[in-house]
């Protein structure tokens, strides 16, 4: 009798190990082939804020160890909202925030170097600088600067003898706006969409030497001169 339990034993243990091999083979074959899947990008590292995707965040077919970007499959049900599947719907883009490692990239998070929203510093030419001047209403056309505008700075100084009589140059021609305002003031306007329509200052594209140059007119008496968008 003992030989008999002994056997049944064996068969049982037999028969539950071979059903378990089979639902592990099941599961291997059914979890990734029998759903539909998306391959993504998904930050491999913090990513911050202000941060132009380059090329080089990507690192290459034989080496990701150093990207920033890494391609993962997943799960359709799985996937964030505005995933993105393509290197080139991220290159130069803008992220509008940090993005942290494991994140799968939302592309509502990034934006074009020319948004509105985007770091200053990203629209300055090579070698140019932003400098801040006074343009309040009565040396700054009344309010109707506006970005992308070039103006002309006018200077002008008394006669120390005669103080009705003083004299005036053009000190600076064609200077590009960037900004009206303060920055308080156009993340405002960004983010509600609409226009700035009162300023105490602008911010100018100038050289390094002439932002040295504008600190000295600003101890001068000055006028601003908006220039016609038609003639450029």
């Known amino acids: 009798m ?17 059903t378990f091999m089979f639902a592990r083979e099941l599961d291997a074959k059914t979890t990734i082939k029998d759903v539909d899947t998306v391959n993504i990008y998904v930050a491999a590292k913090d990513i911050e804020e202000n941060t132009q995707i380059t090329e080089e965040m990507f690192g290459t077919e034989e080496d990701t160890s150093d990207a920033s970007f890494i391609v993962k499959q997943v799960l359709v049900t799985d996937a964030g909202p505005n995933y993105v599947t393509d290197k080139a719907d991220l290159l130069e883009k803008i992220t509008l ?13 990034l934006v074009d170097k020319d948004a509105d929203n985007v770091s200053l510093s990203y629209k300055l030419q090579p070698g ?105």
Do not use: H
Not at 2 to 18: C, D, E, Q, R, S
Not at 99 to 107: D, F, K, L, P, R
Not at 203 to 231: D, F, G, I, M
């Open 2 to 18: 003992k030989k008999v339990y002994l056997i049944a034993v064996i068969f049982a243990l037999i028969a539950g190990f071979a």
């Open 97 to 109: 925030d940090t993005i942290y490692a494991g994140e799968q990239i939302n592309s509502q998070r």
């Open 128 to 232: 140019m600088v932003a400098y801040s001047i006074n343009a309040s209403q009565a040396n700054g056309v009344d309010g109707y600067i506006g970005p992308n505008d070039t103006v002309d700075i006018i200077t002008y100084e008394r006669d120390e003898d005669d103080p009705t009589e003083f004299e005036a140059k053009l000190s600076y021609e064609n200077l590009k706006v960037l900004r009206v305002s303060n920055n308080t003031d156009n993340t405002a306007a960004a983010s509600t969409g609409n226009a700035i329509t009162a300023y105490a200052t602008i911010t100018v594209e100038v050289t390094p030497e002439e932002a040295l140059e504008l600190r000295q007119v600003e101890e001068k008496n000055y006028k601003l001169v908006l220039n016609s968008r038609a003639e450029g």
